[in-house]
């Protein structure tokens, strides 16, 4: 079985940037679909983007449209999830992860996560 590593979490105030990164091994991030959900205490998973392989195509919840952005290195075998215009709302665990399922907070395989913290 393969494993995901996030990195790039931290804590930025409100209207800050980060950018998430996933080094995968034992996983082609190029042949599978792969994506990103965040979780915070006490609140239900939820869905942040996914990217599908071959197409390159890409997917978002409404509420980071248009301030998030997954891409992929194929050649590092890394995913990523730039997040810009950050709102305290973001505040939660953000886990990569791949095999995507039917909608776009199902996952088969995820990492341990990586803590986003934006202060007002």
């Known amino acids: 079985q393969g494993q995901l590593v996030e990195s790039g979490g931290g804590s930025v105030q409100a209207g800050g940037s980060l950018r998430l990164s996933c080094a995968a091994s034992?996983?082609?991030?190029?042949?599978?679909?792969m994506g990103w959900f965040r979780q915070a205490p006490g609140k239900a998973r939820e869905g942040v983007a996914r990217i599908f392989p071959d197409t390159g195509n890409t997917a978002y919840t409404d509420f980071v449209k248009g301030r998030f952005a997954i891409s992929q290195d194929n050649a590092k075998n890394t995913l990523y999830l730039q997040m810009n215009s950050l709102k305290p709302e973001d505040t939660a665990m953000y886990f990569c992860?791949?095999?995507?399922?039917?909608?776009?907070?199902?996952?088969?395989?995820w990492g341990q996560g990586t803590q986003v913290t934006v202060s007002s």
């Open positions: 992860a791949a095999d995507c399922g039917a909608s776009i907070i199902d996952f088969n395989y």
């Open positions: 034992g996983y082609d991030v190029s042949s599978h679909c």
